[in-house]
């Protein structure tokens, strides 16, 4: 199927469900649509208002995109410095923007209550914002350069890890003034993410290598190399023991993080996806029960595959620029997926 023009799809504009054709010229409206109960003789597998769902408003490039923890809002991030809140069902309304950058939106988490949302900037700061009313509640400024990641706890005290181009990694607890601890590292870190149990974090960026540091110790435990070029995102398993990483080297690798697993950690390596003169850091995700994963791709495709097989399972067009994050729905088939092109789709897998 060419690219320059798609079937007929669903989605939502000026609150009016509509049946739209997709091509290189816009998107043009052209029937009215009650909700249908099946697409082409499909039934529907998800409670999203159509099968593909187009969120538009923001005004720039869209880093990171995550579900809150259930599943009823979608939250964004964009160069255009803003934080959308999106209802994920219903006609997709952005009804909260969260304002207070001074640069673009690199990535962003909710905590496991769904009560905070933590972003990270190139304004050199770490905030962490009240989902239900909008509000900042706290800004963590120590970092000396562009902060590309951050990470919460899951489980346990409000910790989270942040990344920037300043060499460093630091630690923070939301109840504390300053940060608990940093570590120095030779290279800008572009990924991290938390272990599970909060006693170690993951550490990744252009030396190629995930670092993992024990905060006990408060040094690097392990290394373990593999990727040929800069890791652009880290995402640990739903049951905490595999860490996913997307690399510029166009792999996504699954790594056993199990206190006792062989030296060569490195489990299963999936290609498809691209990476490309950009240089976006484009991150990656598990599904809820770990059996799909997702990545980022400079191809415009949001790709997917099968975990335990490595079998590419969906390569979905739609989007006009690069594909720089995806989510998974925690209880429902769907992805969510943010782009360069400013928009985010939600769309509907089969189950």
Known sequence: MSDNKR????????????????TDEGTV?????????AVN??????????????????????????FSPDGQTVASGSHDKHVFLWNTFGECNNYMILKGHKNAVLELHWTTDGERILTA???????????????????????????NSCCPLRKGPPLLVSGADDCSSKVWDL??????????ENYQVVAVAFAAAGDQVYTAGIENVI?????????????????????????LSPDG?????????????????????????CMKIFSGHTHSYERNLLKCAWSADGSQVTAGSADRMVNIWETASRKLLYKLPGHLGSVNDA????????????????????GELAT
């Open 327 to 346: 989510a998974f729905h925690p209880t429902e088939p769907i992805i969510a997926s943010a782009s360069s092109d400013r928009n985010l789709y939600l």
């Open 41 to 66: 003789g499909v039934e529907r597998t998800s409670g999203l208002l159509a099968p593909t769902m187009l969120l538009t408003g923001h005004g720039g490039e869209v880093f990171t995109v995550k």
């Open 175 to 184: 109840r504390s003034k300053r940060s608990v601890q940093t570590f120095s």
């Open 211 to 235: 670092s993992v540091w024990d905060l006990r110790k408060g040094q690097v435990s392990m290394t373990m190399p593999g990727h040929a070029d800069t890791i652009t995102g880290l995402s």
């Open 7 to 22: 079937p007929l799809d669903d989605s939502v504009a000026g609150g009016e469900l509509v049946k739209r054709q997709r």
């Open 29 to 37: 409206a052209v029937a009215d649509q009650q909700k249908p109960t």
């Open 121 to 147: 900037s190139p304004d050199k700061s770490v905030r962490a914002w009240d989902a239900q009313t909008g509000a900042q509640v706290k800004k963590m400024a120590e970092h000396g350069a562009f902060v």
């Open 241 to 265: 023991n595999h860490l996913l990483s997307n690399s510029m080297d166009n792999t996504l690798r699954v790594w056993d993080m199990r206190p006792y697993a062989p030296a060569d950690r």
